[in-house]
C-alpha cells in the first residue's frame, strides 16, 4: 500500500468551490473519469445523510475557518495490482487514519475507486472541529510522517502487502519502527549497465565486484588480500593517489567497487600499502552478463568480431593510403623543385586536393558498406529470435542472484524462470491451444479468495499466444512472489480443453483403465492431480453446452463435482501452489509438477460428447413441438432467457436500490447461468434488454458489451462468484418457475 497527501491545484479558487468540486469527485468519480468507478463510499460526522448535505455542512463549517484558506485535506491510500479491499476493511482504515491523525469527531467523506485492477481510497476531512472552532494541525505539521506510520498499522492489521521502499514497519510487540535498509545492494554504475545491456557482456567493473568484493571486504592484511585476487585472476595497483583493480588488461578505480576500498580507507585498516606479486597481465576475455540466451550470446560475440575486424581492415587500408600518398608528394616535389617556388606551391595545391578527394571516396566506399553494430536485442530481433530478445529484456526476473557480490560459483544453479519457460513449452506443445488466459489468486488464511485476470483491459480479456506467454513470464514469476497463485485457462476456437479437476492417484488411474487420454496431467499437490482431455468442437450452436455437460459428467464421475464449465482454470505448471494449507515449516510451497505431455485427442471423451450432443438436439425438436416460446410482456424479442431477464430484474428492485446498471446485468447473468442458460442465451437477452432499461441507450457497442457480461457469467470471476452465492441458487430458479407459471395462466386464459 502507499498513502499521499494531495496537494491543491487551484488555491485561487473560492474555498467553497475547491471542496465542493473535492468531495463531488470523491463521490462521483466517473463525471470526470468514466473508467473510475466507485465500489463503497461514506460519511461521518455529520448531521445529514445525503451527499448534498453533508458538502453543505462541510462548506459551511470550513467557511467559519478564517485564518485557513483551506481547512479540508485530502488523503489517498491505494492497494497493489490485484488486492481488493471489503467496505468493512475501508470503513475501519478511515477509522484507524482519523484516529492517528487525531481528527476523531471532524467531517469526514470517503470511498473507495477503482480503475482496471488498482483500488484507493479518497479521504476528505475537515480539520475544523465543530465545537472549538479551532483548526486543527496535525502532529505540528509533520502529518505525512504520521501517515506513513498510519499506514505500517493499517498494512499489519489487515494483512496487506507493504511497498519495498516503506518507510515504516510494525514490529512483533505492536511498535512502529522505521525499515532500514540491512544489505546495501552493490551494482556496477550506469555507465556500466548501459554497456551490459548494449552488449551483453559483462562490465569489468561487475567482474571486480563479483570475485573481489568478498576478498576485500575479509582480508586481514595487504598479503592475504593481494594472494586470494591473484587466485581470482583479479592485480590491485597504487596509482597516483589512488588505486585500481586489473580485470585482465582493463583498469577498474578500486573506489568504484565499493566506496570502502578506496587507498586511502584501505590504509587505514590495514596500514602502510604494500604492493603485492602478481603474474603477467593477460587479455580480458568477455563473459556473459546472464545465464539468459547465452548461446545466442556467444553468436553474436562472432558477429561483433567480424565488425571488429572490418574496422581494422578500414584503419589499415586508410593508413596504407596515407602511405602511398606520402610517398607520391615526395616523389612529385622532389622532381618540381628545380622549377622554382612557384611551381612547388601550385604542386602542393594540386596533390592536395587531389588526394583529398581519394580520401573522401574510400572513407564514403567504405560507409556504404560498413556494417553497423547492433545491440544485442536489436540484434537478437533482426535474426527473429523475439523469444529470446523478451527474455533478455526481462531477464532481470529470470536471474536467481541479481547484483551479488560473491566469489565465482563453482555450478551455476539453472534459474527458475527458464525451468517455468521450459515447462510451459512442454505443456503447449501438448494442449495445442490458440491462446492462453493468465489468472492470478491470492487465497487468504480465511478463506477468502481474490483474483484478476492479467490480461484483461476494459472488462475485456483474450487471453495470450504461446510467444506473448513468454515475454510476460517475468511479470508472473513477480506476481508469484507476491503472493499469487498463477493459473492457465487454454482457450481454442474449434477444440474443447476439458478439466478434470482434484483427482486422486486411484481416480487417475481409474480414469485411463475407462479409456480416456488425458494430453496433460499436472500433480498440483502432493497427492493430488488435475488432467486435460482435448476433443475438437462439433461445429453447432450445442458446442458450449456440451463443453459444460461432458466436463460435468467426468467431474462428477473422477474428480471435483462442483465444476461444470468447460472453460476453467488450473494450475499453471512449473509455478508454486500457494494455498495457505499447503506452506511447509520452512516457507516453502511444492510446486505444481507436469508429469504427462502428449499431443493427441481423446477418442473416448469425443464420443460422449456426440451423445450428449444428441440429448441435445432431441430435447430441442421436443421443446419445439411441446411448448410455445413466448416473451416476457415487457420484451418485443422472443425466448426463455429474455423472459428470466425481465423476471429476474423485477426480483432485483424489490431487494436492491439500482444505481449501476451494469452491476445488475452481471447478477443477471450470474443467475441466468446458475439456471442452466447457455453462454449464447445469456448474451442474447442482455443484448436485448440492457439497453432498454436505461434513460440513455445509445453511444454504446450493446453486442460487445453483452460479450463481456456473459464473459464475466461465465469466466473464472462468475465461477467464484457462485461458490459465493450458492445458497441463493434454489429462489433464482422459483423467480423464473413463477413467471413461466404467470405465462401458462395468460395462454389459458
Known amino acids: 500500500m502507499i498513502v499521499k497527501k494531495v496537494k491543491r491545484t487551484s488555491p485561487n479558487r473560492p474555498k467553497a468551490w475547491q471542496i465542493g468540486n473535492l468531495v463531488d469527485y470523491i463521490r462521483f468519480p466517473h463525471d470526470r473519469k468514466p473508467q473510475e468507478k466507485v465500489e463503497h463510499a461514506g460519511g461521518k460526522n455529520f448531521l445529514t445523510s445525503t451527499h448534498v448535505g453533508q458538502k453543505v455542512e462541510m462548506i459551511a463549517l470550513a467557511r467559519e475557518s478564517v485564518h485557513s484558506k483551506m481547512p479540508v485535506q485530502h488523503w489517498i491510500f491505494s492497494w497493489q495490482e490485484g488486492e481488493q479491499p471489503t467496505r468493512e476493511q475501508v470503513d475501519e482504515i478511515v477509522d484507524i487514519f482519523l484516529a492517528g491523525m487525531e481528527l476523531e469527531g471532524h467531517q469526514t467523506i470517503y470511498a473507495l475507486h477503482h480503475n482496471t485492477d488498482n483500488y484507493h481510497l479518497h479521504i476528505a476531512v475537515n480539520r475544523m472541529n465543530a465545537e472549538t472552532g479551532k483548526v486543527i494541525q496535525p502532529h505540528r505539521g509533520f502529518d505525512i510522517e504520521e501517515a506513513h506510520k498510519i499506514l505500517a498499522r493499517i498494512e499489519h492489521k489487515q494483512g496487506w502487502h507493504s511497498e519495498k521502499n516503506a518507510r515504516y514497519v510494525m514490529l512483533e510487540n505492536g511498535e512502529i519502527a522505521r525499515r532500514r535498509s540491512l544489505v546495501r545492494?552493490?551494482?556496477?554504475?550506469?555507465?556500466?549497465?548501459?554497456?551490459?545491456?548494449?552488449?551483453?557482456?559483462?562490465?569489468?567493473?561487475?567482474?571486480?565486484?563479483?570475485?573481489?568484493?568478498?576478498?576485500?571486504?575479509?582480508?586481514?592484511?595487504?598479503?592475504?588480500?593481494?594472494?586470494?585476487?591473484?587466485?581470482?585472476?583479479?592485480?590491485?595497483?597504487?596509482?597516483?593517489?589512488?588505486?585500481?583493480?586489473?580485470?585482465?588488461?582493463?583498469?577498474?578505480?578500486?573506489?568504484?567497487?565499493?566506496?570502502?576500498?578506496?587507498?586511502?580507507?584501505?590504509?587505514?585498516?590495514?596500514?602502510?600499502?604494500?604492493?603485492?606479486?602478481?603474474?603477467?597481465?593477460?587479455?580480458?576475455?568477455?563473459?556473459?552478463?546472464?545465464?539468459?540466451?547465452?548461446?545466442?550470446?556467444?553468436?553474436?560475440?562472432?558477429?561483433?568480431?567480424?565488425i571488429r575486424q572490418e574496422k581494422e581492415e578500414k584503419k589499415r587500408a586508410e593508413a596504407a593510403l596515407r602511405q602511398r600518398q606520402r610517398e607520391q608528394r615526395q616523389s612529385a616535389l622532389s622532381r618540381l623543385a628545380r622549377y622554382g617556388v612557384s611551381v612547388l606551391n601550385i604542386a602542393r595545391h594540386c596533390l592536395k586536393v587531389q588526394q583529398r578527394r581519394e580520401r573522401l571516396l574510400l572513407r564514403r566506399s567504405r560507409q556504404a558498406n560498413e556494417m553497423r553494430k547492433l545491440r544485442f536485442e536489436t540484434w537478437l530481433r533482426a535474426q527473429g529470435q523475439n523469444r529470446q530478445a523478451d527474455m533478455w529484456r526481462h531477464r532481470s526476473a529470470l536471474e536467481e542472484n541479481r547484483h551479488t557480490p560473491a566469489p565465482i560459483p563453482t555450478a551455476a544453479p539453472e534459474p527458475k524462470g527458464l525451468a517455468v519457460l521450459e515447462a510451459f513449452q512442454r505443456y503447449a506443445d501438448a494442449v495445442n491451444a490458440d491462446r492462453y488466459r493468465v489468472t492470478c489468486i491470492r487465497m487468504e488464511l480465511d478463506g477468502e479468495k481474490k483474483a484478476f485476470i492479467l490480461d484483461k483491459q476494459g472488462g475485456i480479456t483474450r487471453g495470450f499466444t504461446p510467444e506473448e506467454i513468454a515475454g510476460h513470464l517475468p511479470e508472473m514469476l513477480r506476481l508469484q512472489q507476491r503472493g499469487e497463485n498463477i493459473y492457465y485457462t487454454p482457450l481454442s476456437e474449434n477444440k474443447h480443453h476439458i478439466l478434470v479437476d482434484d483427482m486422486s492417484t486411484e481416480s487417475l488411474i481409474r480414469l485411463q483403465k475407462d479409456g480416456y487420454r488425458p494430453s496433460v496431467i499436472l500433480e498440483s499437490s502432493p497427492g493430488n492431480f488435475q488432467c486435460l482431455l482435448t476433443i475438437p468442437k462439433l461445429g453447432n450452436r450445442f458446442d458450449r453446452d456440451v463443453g459444460n455437460r461432458l466436463t460435468e459428467r467426468l467431474n462428477r464421475e473422477y474428480g471435483d463435482r462442483n465444476i461444470c464449465g468447460c472453460i476453467h482454470p488450473h494450475r499453471a505448471p512449473g509455478f508454486e501452489n500457494r494455498k495457505p494449507k499447503h506452506r511447509r515449516d520452512d516457507g516453502a510451497y511444492p510446486e505444481v509438477r507436469l508429469l504427462f505431455v502428449e499431443k493427441r485427442q481423446c477418442g473416448k471423451a469425443l464420443l460422449l460428447s456426440r451423445r450428449i450432443e444428441g440429448e441435445y438436439v432431441e430435447a430441442e425438436k421436443q421443446r419445439q413441438t411441446t411448448r410455445v416460446r413466448r416473451a416476457y410482456p415487457h420484451s418485443r424479442y422472443p425466448g426463455d432467457a429474455v423472459s428470466a431477464y425481465w423476471a429476474h430484474l423485477e426480483d432485483i428492485r424489490r431487494h436492491l436500490a439500482i444505481e449501476d446498471y451494469s452491476r445488475v446485468d452481471a447478477m443477471i447473468a450470474l443467475r441466468l447461468r446458475a439456471n442452466g442458460h447457455s453462454y449464447d442465451t445469456v448474451m442474447e437477452a442482455i443484448f436485448h434488454c440492457a439497453p432498454a432499461i436505461r434513460e440513455k441507450s445509445g453511444g454504446r457497442n450493446w453486442k460487445r458489451y453483452a460479450e463481456r457480461t456473459a464473459g464475466y457469467a461465465f469466466g473464472m470471476a462468475g465461477d467464484i462468484a457462485l461458490q459465493r452465492n450458492e445458497r441463493y441458487q434454489a429462489a433464482w430458479l422459483k423467480v423464473e418457475e413463477k413467471t413461466r407459471e404467470r405465462e401458462a395462466m395468460q395462454r389459458h386464459r
Open 185 to 306: 545492494d552493490i551494482k556496477p554504475r550506469a555507465a556500466a549497465q548501459d554497456m551490459e545491456c548494449a552488449t551483453g557482456e559483462k562490465s569489468a567493473q561487475r567482474i571486480a565486484q563479483e570475485r573481489g568484493h568478498a576478498i576485500m571486504q575479509n582480508a586481514a592484511s595487504w598479503e592475504e588480500m593481494h594472494a586470494q585476487l591473484a587466485e581470482a585472476g583479479l592485480r590491485f595497483e597504487k596509482k597516483g593517489s589512488g588505486a585500481v583493480i586489473w580485470v585482465g588488461d582493463i583498469a577498474v578505480k578500486a573506489s568504484s567497487v565499493d566506496r570502502a576500498f578506496s587507498l586511502k580507507k584501505l590504509i587505514g585498516r590495514w596500514g602502510p600499502f604494500i604492493a603485492g606479486t602478481y603474474p603477467a597481465r593477460q587479455p580480458h576475455s568477455p563473459e556473459p552478463v546472464s545465464d539468459v540466451a547465452t548461446k545466442e550470446w556467444h553468436d553474436y560475440q562472432q558477429y561483433c568480431a567480424e
